[in-house]
């Protein structure tokens, strides 16, 4: 039996090929993203210390990564105001690191009064650098804070050290950078044009 002049078989594979593909949600192969995606925002600690405040009138103190993403290893938290006592603090592992505009770590107590015990934070950080958030595990719920510039956020992706790529002109010419020179590599307009 034949479809429109074309064999049973082969008019069965044209039927698959195009149902698999319609159900497959495949763009046409011209298809542009609709939008311009904005470029990532990069948020990063400003101090080697993050310290904050919580609704239970504690406070605390993580090693963090100046320009990085990453809290820990150490943190401490202070029961109440500030102490040098032993007793009004517990000293734990800490883990965790800022995602976008989102901070989550968890702090492992393993000595003072919460040994033994931890504590799970989520956060947001605000256009001002400044962080709100909760401790997950809470009951009563527990908010924290910490000031504003606390954390810098920008949209500059690039990573100290990191080599620059050159935005791409259409029709320019990339010239690598001379081994042992710094800086970017120089984009050279196309010969008789302006690259547009």
Request: charged share 10%; glycine share 14%; net charge negative.
């Amino acid at each position: 039996m034949a479809l429109n002049g074309c064999p049973a078989k082969l008019s069965v594979t044209a039927i698959t090929i195009g149902a698999t593909a319609m159900i497959a949600g495949l763009p046409p192969a011209h298809a542009r993203p609709p939008l311009p995606l904005a470029p990532p925002q990069v948020c990063s600690f400003t101090k080697d210390t993050f310290g904050f405040t919580r609704s239970d009138n504690s406070s605390a103190g993580l090693n963090a990564q100046v320009g990085g993403t990453g809290l820990g290893p150490r943190g401490v938290l202070y029961l109440g105001p500030p102490s040098t006592s032993e007793f009004d603090r517990s000293n734990g592992n800490v883990s965790g690191a800022i995602s976008d505009f989102h901070m989550d770590f968890t702090v492992n107590y393993d000595d003072g009064p919460l040994s033994g015990k931890s504590d799970t934070y989520h956060g947001e950080i605000t256009d001002q650098g400044a962080v709100t958030g909760w401790v997950l595990n809470s009951n009563p719920q527990i908010n924290w804070n910490a000031n504003p510039g606390s954390v810098k956020c920008t949209s500059d992706t690039v990573v100290p050290g990191a080599p620059v790529v050159p935005p791409q002109v259409p029709g320019a010419l990339v010239v690598p950078p001379q081994v042992g020179s710094p800086g970017n590599a120089p984009v050279v307009p196309p010969v008789g044009g302006r690259g547009n």
